[in-house]
Nanobody, 119 residues
Framework: QVHLVESGGGLAQPGGSLRLSCAAS????????MGWFRQAPGKEREFVAR????????SYADSVKGRFTISRDNAKNMVYLQMNSLKPEDTAVYYC????????????WGQGTQVTVSS
């Protein structure tokens, strides 16, 4: 079981940047694909990005491709999401989780971190 704690959210202006962090505990972390998901008000939680166990392979939702970058540091048990060129529609609570297959969350959810993009 992997326990996850997200941080780094906040208020950003359109076109701005934020970097989210996810601290993971658990011996199996370094062998698991990890992902970021988000849930906007009134909407279902959706997939944002995925990174494989080594960090050598990534995939993204079309809505964030070219703007967001997912990465991981297995030595520190951390997963990151660098978000650039932020848009108001990126406003959501962001969560990290283990990933099954291409984009299915497979573990317990943390508390998430709020990202608000507004001028």
């Amino acid at each position: 079981q992997v326990h996850l704690v997200e941080s780094g959210g906040g208020l950003a202006q359109p076109g701005g940047s934020l970097r989210l962090s996810c601290a993971a505990s658990g011996r199996t972390f370094s062998s698991l694909p990890m992902g970021w998901f988000r849930q906007a008000p009134g909407k279902e939680r959706e997939f944002v990005a995925r990174v494989n166990w080594s960090g050598g392979s990534t995939s993204y939702a079309d809505s964030v491709k070219g703007r967001f970058t997912i990465s991981r540091d297995n030595a520190k048990n951390m997963v990151y999401l660098q978000m650039n060129s932020l848009k108001p529609e990126d406003t959501a609570v962001y969560y990290c989780n283990t990933v099954l297959g291409d984009s299915t969350p497979s573990g317990s959810w943390g508390q998430g971190t709020q990202v608000t993009v507004s001028s």
